[in-house]
């Protein structure tokens, strides 16, 4: 219930509550000081917008159950909230004429960046729902969430590890911690600002302008330093050349010279 507990004017808003149990839908509405128990799904059938939260666990029984009640879905908006699911766990009360999407927050960013993904008539109810200064809400295409998830991940989780590098090569080179997360901090910002401004054309250094010379001996101070940190940076030079779709053939000769230095 944590994204439900931040809509704005909540308390005004909120019609019926409707869980496992009529005591279960109590303790909820008392929990988020919003709402009234109704085990009725004829009460529903006054809303124009309904909210779904619950353990991912238990949401293919609820959507049947949903689906299986008497709701006139057609003409209604249905959102899925904080779920590792998106809208396609919503098909079947889309199939009886309901809009559906998903909302979750961005992880590490919950309370100031939420993600829509659904059909554009749900995606723009839930974006009048969640109108509150301070709040951004983005919007992607249906069916997109892996891809998603897949771009948190270039963000995040691969993203530290470069991060990672960057600090301690640096405090290799005599640098205090503070001072290398100092600089590695504004580098990456620095890029942000680059890709902002000009997108790939913003991409510089020794890999665009195919400095061979540079790069070699960039490869051979990291071997000296730490092989696999070394095999870490000329592989990510590798793939970064191939995804901006620039002929590695001069990067394949420094391999020739790196790689069994590398792999030994």
């Not at 917008?49 to 689906?67: G, K, N, R, Y």
């Not at 960046?113 to 995606?123: D, N």
């Not at 002929?247 to 394949?252: E, T, Y």
């Amino acid at each position: 219930m944590p994204l439900l507990r931040r809509l704005p004017r909540l308390e005004e808003r909120l019609g019926p509550v409707r869980s496992t149990s009529f005591r279960l839908a109590s303790r909820i509405a008392n929990a988020i000081g919003a709402g009234s128990p109704d085990q009725d799904w004829r009460a529903f059938d006054r809303c124009s917008i309904i909210l779904v939260s619950m353990p991912d666990q238990l949401l293919t029984a609820a959507v049947d159950e949903m689906a299986e009640s008497p709701v006139r879905w057609r003409a209604k908006t249905v959102l899925l909230l904080n779920s590792k699911f998106d809208s396609s766990a919503l098909d079947k009360l889309a199939f009886l004429g309901a809009a559906t999407a998903s909302i979750t927050p961005l992880r590490g960013l919950e309370d100031r960046v939420l993600v829509l993904e659904g059909h554009r008539r749900a995606m723009n109810a839930g974006r009048k729902l969640l109108e509150t200064p301070g709040v951004k809400a983005v919007s992607m295409a249906r069916g997109r969430r892996p891809l998603f998830e897949a771009a948190v991940n270039f963000a995040t989780g691969l993203a530290l590890p470069l991060l990672t590098a960057s600090v301690e090569t640096l405090r290799s080179c005599g640098m205090s911690q503070p001072d290398a997360l100092f600089v590695s901090d504004k580098l990456f910002q620095q890029t942000l600002r680059s890709y902002n401004k000009a997108g790939r054309k913003g991409w510089d250094g020794p890999l665009p302008l195919e400095d061979q010379q540079a790069l070699r001996q960039q490869v051979q101070a990291l071997f000296q330093l730490n092989p696999l940190l070394a095999s870490y940076f000329f592989e990510s030079a590798l793939h970064v050349v191939r995804l901006f779709r620039k002929d590695s053939a001069w990067l394949k000769e420094i391999e020739s010279d790196a790689r069994p230095r590398i792999a030994s």
